[in-house]
């Protein structure tokens, strides 16, 4: 697309053509988590703007649109034209446009009088966020619209039901374009995972029937990146299991988006700015705003994100070390080739090092980039430890976990909610509704108000609770509770495959039965088993503070 929608090909001069790219906030959520602004340089993209902010004319150089087909879009454009901001225009839509609106923007450039400067109008069908290389988000602006309270709310209309899934759907089909492959689709049934699947189901036919403008014609089928034809797409309703959303966490990738500020790959952290003291009267120092983006590139999260914390503290701090034995090397060596005059010590290392040398200051750009991420990763963990060390988190984890893997409890829950120096309101509230999720039966009403009254005295807001109560579903989740075997903190992070989802993955993978599975619908006849590749995905992704106040939301009457 960033190359006019052909295959990059570098020109006689080795540069490439210089360009802008102008996105909605729907497209820059889409390019930001895989593209750095250095990387959109190299590909000649000089500038990034959005659609609807005040841009200047370049008349003499092309553009590139990537945005969502919308009335507010597609009359920003035609604006565009009009007032002829660039030299030619290609346009780029994230989900498929509808004839009406290609139809407006034709008249637009016919009045205009820039029909031979729309240069190529695609469908590029990416209406969907890729976090990681298994990893994708189905939204991030409007993501409320989707989210698990909207699906959950009492009062929501028919027609409020058939947009939500209609918007999942337009996002699942276009991720299945881009993998050019059509999924086998299994759901559990009476579900909103299987309205979803229905409507997918569908739209995917629809397609395939319609041979001259089919997505999944043989060129495509089958030449995604992956070796297996045939996908197989399990949808999932989050409410078979609402423990582990809540469960405090104990690896590096899970507590950074539990207790940070992490969305779409980018941290953002405050950091003090020392303990000086300001003049009487005076504003408290603003604290520092400092972004960081864990990215694919870096090897130490790509290395570390799934390891208990302590092991990524200890790492951390072995790279530091090891970096700091080379900076040593290479001043070294730099003194050393800085010494004139005939000091013979100097001249005989001299011939032994230079080899040294130049390979130590070839390696110095990699030094630097090292040293970054050092940088980067003891400001991030360290900011997750004062949370840990404030909340006692590794507590709480712990104790979850007895919970969630119905173990003894060496300390009562009653303590643990009243205990004034552990864990925040929103803790203790996690912590209780997990407790309450995942209990054989539900806790009496007498002790009910006991905890009640614990909670409200520790600061809690109860609306999670009232949901969590009325919410039908609970005898599922006591089957399906996540279960996790406790032993020492540094294994438990191998336990995981006993997650619910884990196991419905499992169980359709391998076509066990399992009463878990054994309902769920299945649609297209064709299994061809390949090689198991899972890529993840959700719908919306949060943290348990953003879940807790949604079901905040829900419980209040």
């Known amino acids: 697309m960033l190359n006019f929608n052909v295959p990059p090909v570098k020109n006689s001069t080795g540069e490439p053509v210089w360009k802008v790219l102008i996105y909605d906030r729907f497209g820059q959520d889409i390019i930001s988590p895989l593209l750095s602004v250095k990387e959109l340089r190299d590909m000649g993209i000089t500038l990034h703007l959005l659609l609807h902010s005040d841009r200047d004319a370049i008349p003499d150089v092309p553009a590139v649109y990537f945005v969502m087909p919308t009335e507010e879009n597609i009359d920003r454009m035609c604006q565009d034209l009009r007032n002829q901001l660039y030299e030619s225009y290609y346009l780029n839509f994230i989900s498929a446009i509808s004839r009406s609106k290609l139809e407006d923007i034709a008249n637009a450039a016919i009045g205009a009088n820039a029909v031979t400067q729309v240069a190529k109008v695609f469908d590029q069908y990416l ?278 893997s119905k173990s003894t409890l060496d300390k009562s829950l009653l303590d643990m909610i009243s205990d004034p120096d552990a864990g925040t309101p929103e803790d203790k509230m996690r912590l209780f509704l997990i407790y309450y999720i995942s209990s054989a039966q539900a806790p009496s009403e007498i002790d009910l108000e006991q905890y009640k009254k614990a909670l409200t005295d520790a600061g809690c807001n109860l609306a999670p609770l009232s949901y969590i109560k009325q919410w039908n579903l609970l005898s599922r989740v006591m089957n399906t509770g996540s279960q996790f075997v406790m032993e020492g903190v540094k294994n438990l992070v191998l336990k995981q495959q006993n997650l619910p989802v884990t196991r419905i993955l499992d169980n359709l993978m391998e076509l066990k039965s399992n009463p878990e599975t054994d309902d769920y619908r299945y649609f297209d006849p064709k299994m061809l088993r390949g090689s198991k590749h899972i890529l993840y995905g959700c719908s919306e992704l949060f943290n348990a503070t953003q879940f807790i106040k949604q079901l905040s939301q829900l419980g209040q009457k």
């Open 127 to 404: 209406n969907f966020i890729t976090l990681e290389d298994d990893m994708f988000v189905l939204c991030n602006q409007n993501k409320e619209l989707v989210s698990y309270r909207a699906i959950n709310r009492p009062d929501i209309t028919d027609t409020e039901m058939e947009t939500i899934m209609d918007t999942i759907v337009d996002s699942l089909f276009c991720f299945f374009v881009t993998l050019g492959a059509i999924p086998i689709i299994r759901c559990s049934r009476g579900t909103a995972a299987e309205m979803v699947a229905v409507k997918l189901d569908k739209k995917l036919r629809e397609n395939l029937r319609d041979a001259r403008n089919s997505l999944f014609t043989g060129d495509t089928l089958g030449a995604g990146q992956f070796s297996f034809q045939r996908p197989l797409l399990v949808l999932v309703d989050r409410n078979i299991d609402l423990a582990t959303p809540l469960h405090h966490t104990w690896t590096y990738q899970a507590l950074v988006h539990d207790v940070l500020d992490f969305h779409l790959n980018r941290v953002n952290l405050e950091e003090s700015t020392g303990t000086e003291s300001s003049p009487a009267g005076a504003r408290p120092k603003k604290k520092n705003k400092k972004s960081y983006d864990l990215t694919m590139s870096d090897k130490f999260w790509q290395k570390h994100k799934g390891s208990p914390f302590p092991e990524v503290a200890e790492s951390v701090q072995q790279e530091l070390e090891s970096y700091r034995a080379q900076e040593d090397e290479v001043k070294r060596l730099k003194s050393i080739m800085g010494i004139e005059g005939e000091d013979e010590g100097a001249i005989s290392m001299l011939s032994d090092n230079t080899a040294k040398l130049t390979s130590a200051v070839s390696s110095l750009p990699e030094l630097l980039e090292k040293k970054r991420l050092i940088d980067l990763h003891t400001n991030v963990a360290t900011a997750v430890l004062e949370h840990i060390k404030s909340r006692k988190l590794d507590v709480y984890f712990e104790y979850e976990e007895k919970i969630m």
